[in-house]
């Protein structure tokens, strides 16, 4: 058997003058979708639907639901007709998202090892509806929630075999002690009243919240002189042996020449490799840096090699990776000056990553750092100008009122 994010790590990985690995990957991409469907694992599409359930804004049971059920169709028409009755009684997202409720959502990402996306899309929407939502409160939370999911990539089991084992109800109820349950959901019903009808049915898939997979720190907020506004990591892909981790630089300016240089053998054992200008405003768009991560996986170095970077990662990411350092190199941002071979220092327990200089050569470097001219046109040149760092939620700031004179700075 294999998933999606095995046959990236294969793709990206390969030796592709090999005749045999090309036709096992041909193969591969030719069987691997065999019907509709999101990924099966904790992407960043399944964390976002349990999430959109665990948040209150859909109905309770619906996000795991395997697309080939019956069940999806009936829960497609009892959300058409819940839509219009929340319009009738003039109920509002702003009236189900508040404070209590996103910190539900901040809750449940620990617990499932969510897709490190998740931490863009609740700081975004909490912004949107104007509830006071921080990095801070990820990093108090993710001290002391659990996780209680085995699905890739934290462990073995798919989607579906969450989904049998109670699915997203499930989870609420094996979470009950530490989410606000007095929080409305669109069915009706409180998130108190929720975890009371569910618990886990496979506790190889689901465990409880007293004999969890790991005892906290499904995803971590890392600080240092090299992000101090924090950057993300999803704790749960990264080995005891190398959360604490000294290593030279490899300073690349996109996930294409960082992925060059690893399939090339231009990585070796103990790097840090180092990839900026992929965030908000660099890239523009903050890509996710999946080439490199999954090479290193697919060549058998995820657990020797550390990737930094301002961009994103995949929610299939494996391996070892700290991503939305904030603030970004294109902003000037002190990962903009790190050279290469260079020092960084990681430690995972210790939340801290650092470059290793004295900080008179740090304010140096940042005194003749210069931006390098990338020019990008409509959408794209927007947001490069406008985009919020990655601590802040990476949308565009609704704070600029007038984008044109922005646009002709």
């Not at 019956?70 to 058409?80: L, M, P």
């Not at 290193?296 to 930094?308: K, N, S, Y």
């Not at 001219?373 to 939620?393: D, P, V």
């Amino acid at each position: 058997n294999i998933v999606m994010s095995e046959l990236d790590q294969l793709v990206f990985g390969a030796d592709y003058a090999n005749d045999e690995a090309r036709e096992k990957i041909r193969y591969l991409e030719d069987h691997v979708c065999p019907g509709p469907g999101a990924c099966s694992l904790m992407g960043t599409a399944n964390t976002m639907q349990i999430l959109a359930e665990g948040l209150g804004m859909t109905l309770p049971g619906s996000s795991t639901v395997p697309a080939m059920c019956a069940e999806k169709e009936r829960y497609a028409t009892q959300t058409g007709r819940k839509i219009v009755e929340l319009v009738k009684n003039n109920i509002k997202p702003k009236d189900i998202l508040t404070r209590e409720a996103l910190l539900n959502g901040v809750i449940l990402t620990m617990a499932i090892a969510g897709s490190t996306n998740a931490v863009l899309h609740l700081l975004s929407i909490a912004r949107e509806v104007g509830v006071q939502l921080t990095l801070d409160d990820f990093d108090i939370l993710s001290d002391t929630i659990p996780v209680i999911s085995r699905v890739i990539p934290t462990g073995k089991a798919t989607i579906i075999d969450l989904y049998n084992a109670g699915g997203v109800p499930a989870v609420i109820g094996e979470m009950k002690d530490y989410l606000h349950r007095e929080c409305m959901t669109v069915s009706g019903n409180t998130i108190g009243e929720i975890a009371e009808l569910c618990k886990s049915t496979d506790h190889d898939v689901l465990t409880t919240a007293k004999n969890p997979v790991f005892p906290n720190g499904g995803i971590a907020v890392i600080k240092g002189n090299l992000s101090p506004n924090g950057a993300i990591c999803r704790t749960t892909t990264i080995s005891e042996k190398i959360r604490k981790f000294d290593g030279p630089a490899r300073v690349f300016h996109s996930d294409e020449d960082a992925h060059a240089a690893v399939v090339s053998g231009g990585i070796k054992k103990g790097d840090v490799v180092v990839i900026r200008y992929e965030g908000p405003r660099g890239a523009p768009g903050m890509r996710e840096m999946m080439m490199t991560t999954d090479a290193l996986v697919g060549i058998g170095m995820g657990q020797d090699v550390f990737v930094l970077t301002d961009g994103r990662f995949s929610g299939f990411t494996e391996g070892a990776a700290i991503g939305h350092i904030s603030p970004e190199a294109a902003v000037g941002g002190i990962i903009a000056i790190v050279e290469e071979g260079d020092m960084i220092k990681i430690d995972i327990q210790g939340r801290s990553v650092n470059l290793d200089l004295p900080e008179k050569i740090i304010k140096e470097r940042l005194s003749n750092w210069k931006l390098p001219l990338k020019k990008s046109r409509g959408i794209l040149g927007i947001y490069a100008k406008t985009a919020l760092q990655a601590h802040l939620g990476a949308m565009i700031d609704d704070m600029v009122e007038n984008v044109q004179q922005v646009m002709e700075k």
